[in-house]
């Protein structure tokens, strides 16, 4: 299926061209038919010479209609702009052409109407200098006459090739259906209808709507029932437990997660110079329409803050139009629908720098060079899918950030370090804090050799030279071990010695002191030499002589096995007896602590 809205002045005669080319009547309304002016959308369709399907979304002409006009045209790919023969170019024809250029839509057909009433050659030349003007171009004109028939036979042949050169839709993309009618029907409940110009429903989907969740009970297009339907087409979408009032024309129904509401939105507009802009206008897209205050940053480019949020991504194109001055004040590509605060001196002048270098296409890549770090839901709503995998959870990063991020925890382990030579590494939470970074996860993700993650902090093994004054505590020590090494002292002679537990314990992460049990500790070496003492032994030997060997304590003597059957330097056996296992370099000084 194919869909393409009318566009053109009151009373030149698109409905009469919709009624005749489909056979059925677009305008809903009793007071359209009355009044023989069309007021609201109209929607018919019928099979072209190819055996396309067209739909058309048929538009109203007058001024005072341009709002519901521009909800019909918002999401349409094509339009059919007509213009009567015996008016020529009005000012709705300039209008409803100003809104097609401002949407930036690219295909389009002249429909010259009223043939019989007058020579159609003035209307084809004065419409078709004003189209190639516009994002239309150059586009194909036909006369025709509603009364007589005459041209419909070529009108039909336009619009096939019309159609024809229309570029896909995909089918695999998020939907964002702009709905542009809400009703009940008894019996099912609340059906919307819109065009849909991208992705697949399907009965059973859920979808999105504000920040609820509905479910998609069926679907119909162009009178029929249906299991699913792809891009482009004109939709009815009945909802499951979903009163009518909660949708309106504007509203959109969403792919879950696929989309992001915003109320800030920075754009590059393409029309009046950005300075020369109204402070307030209203935003048009799909059929939604919000008022915005604008607010300059560029010679061509502006913030704009919407009376309630849209869904936005970036690549979209709208339109901004004064009401009150019935005027297209330009269309807009939108640039940044997560845009950063202004609130520094200098920051507005910052940004407007920023936005020209951004041409509203989607480059994942670029936005994390200007963002540093984004999750790849950000990414996606943007409109701009992460194609690389995450680093951490859902966290991708800028590869130039990422490796200054690396190098600044280096530099903040380091200082941590100095400041706090007895605390074991920099807590994790304070370099989450001290880089600027929203998730812990990156903080350990950025972590690597030598450095490394323990029970919440970041350390360097082999850091930092442990304080004077916990070295010369150190010296005392090994001078009253001097002729005792294994003669552990107690805990009223570390205390002595200046080593509490903060100083035993910078001590041991230093690898200066093993801890043999809680307050039990020896120099490395002194652990070491006890193997080769041990080894001198009767083997296997008892613990008896094994603390007599060692001329220590049993205090000391049965942790300190322990410790040694646990590193593999000495074997257990049934009758609790031990034996010396294995080369001196089994337990090398230095060796880590238990």
Do not use: C
């Not at 754009?267 to 604008?294: N, Q």
């Not at 801890?515 to 070496?525: C, R, S, T």
């Amino acid at each position: 299926m194919h869909v393409v809205a009318t566009a053109g002045h009151v009373d030149h005669g698109k409905s009469t061209l919709v009624r005749v080319l489909t056979g059925m009547e677009p305008d809903r309304w009793a007071e359209e038919r009355r009044r023989g002016m069309t007021i609201d959308l109209g929607y018919a369709w019928t099979d072209l010479p190819s055996g396309a399907t067209l739909a058309f979304v048929d538009v109203p002409g007058h001024e005072r209609f341009v709002p519901n006009m521009l909800a019909g045209i918002g999401p349409v790919p094509a339009a059919m702009l007509v213009v009567g023969a015996d008016e020529g170019w009005k000012p709705q024809s300039a209008e409803h052409l100003a809104a097609l250029d401002a949407l930036g839509v690219t295909h389009g057909l002249l429909v010259v109407t009223r043939s019989d009433l007058a020579d159609p050659a003035d209307a084809i030349r004065r419409a078709r200098d004003e189209i190639a003007k516009t994002s239309l171009g150059v586009v194909e004109a036909v006369a025709v006459s509603g009364a007589t028939g005459a041209g419909l036979d070529d009108l039909r042949a336009a619009l096939d090739r019309l159609v024809a050169g229309l570029p896909a839709a995909d089918p695999q993309a998020p939907v964002r259906l702009w709905v542009d009618r809400s009703f009940t029907i008894q019996g099912s409940g609340t059906v919307v209808t819109g065009t849909l110009g991208a992705g697949t429903l399907r009965v059973g989907d859920a979808l999105a709507m504000g920040d609820r969740e509905v479910r998609v009970k069926g679907l119909h297009s162009l009178g029929r029932p249906h299991t699913d339907l792809s891009a482009v087409a004109r939709v009815a979408v009945n909802l499951r437990n979903v009163p009518k009032d909660a949708l309106a024309r504007g509203d959109a129904l969403l792919t879950p997660g696929a989309f992001r509401h915003t109320d800030l939105v920075d754009v590059r507009v393409h029309g009046d110079p950005v300075a020369d802009l109204p402070a307030t206008l209203v935003l048009h897209i799909g059929s939604a329409g919000v008022a915005a205050t604008v607010r300059p940053l560029g010679t061509d480019t502006a913030r704009l803050r919407l009376r309630h949020p849209l869904p936005l991504r970036i690549g979209d194109r709208a339109l901004l139009r004064d009401p009150g001055r019935h005027h297209v004040a330009g269309g807009v590509t939108v640039l940044d629908p997560l845009p950063p605060a202004l609130r520094r001196r200098g920051a507005a002048k910052a940004r407007a720098i920023a936005l020209t270098t951004m041409d509203g296409r989607p480059d994942p890549a670029g936005e994390l060079r200007r963002r540093g770090l984004l999750t790849g839901q950000d990414l996606r709503t943007l409109g701009a899918p992460p194609a690389t995998p995450p680093l951490a959870g859902d966290w991708h990063a800028d590869p130039a950030h990422w490796a200054d991020l690396k190098g600044r925890l280096n530099g903040e382990v380091d200082r941590y370090a100095a400041a706090h030579p007895l605390e074991p590494g920099m807590p994790v939470e304070a370099l989450r804090r001290a880089l600027g970074l929203p998730d812990r996860a990156l903080v350990e993700a950025l972590v690597e050799k030598p450095l490394a993650t323990r029970e919440g902090r970041v350390t360097r093994p082999g850091g930092p030279a442990l304080p004077a004054p916990i070295q010369r505590s150190l010296d005392l020590l090994a001078t009253d071990l001097a002729d005792r090494p294994f003669h552990a002292p107690d805990a009223d002679r570390l205390r002595a010695l200046g080593l509490g537990p903060r100083e035993l314990a910078a001590a041991t992460r230093a690898g200066a002191l093993v801890k043999i049990a809680d307050g039990i500790v020896l120099p490395p070496e002194s652990v070491s030499r006890a193997v080769e003492v041990l080894r001198g032994l009767p083997q296997p030997f008892t613990l008896s002589a094994a603390r007599q060997a060692l001329d220590t304590t049993r205090r000391v003597a049965v942790p300190l096995l322990e410790l040694l059957d646990r590193r593999g330097a000495t074997v257990r056996d049934a009758d609790d007896r031990r034996t010396v296992a294995g080369p001196p370099a089994g337990v090398s000084p230095g060796a880590g602590t238990d």
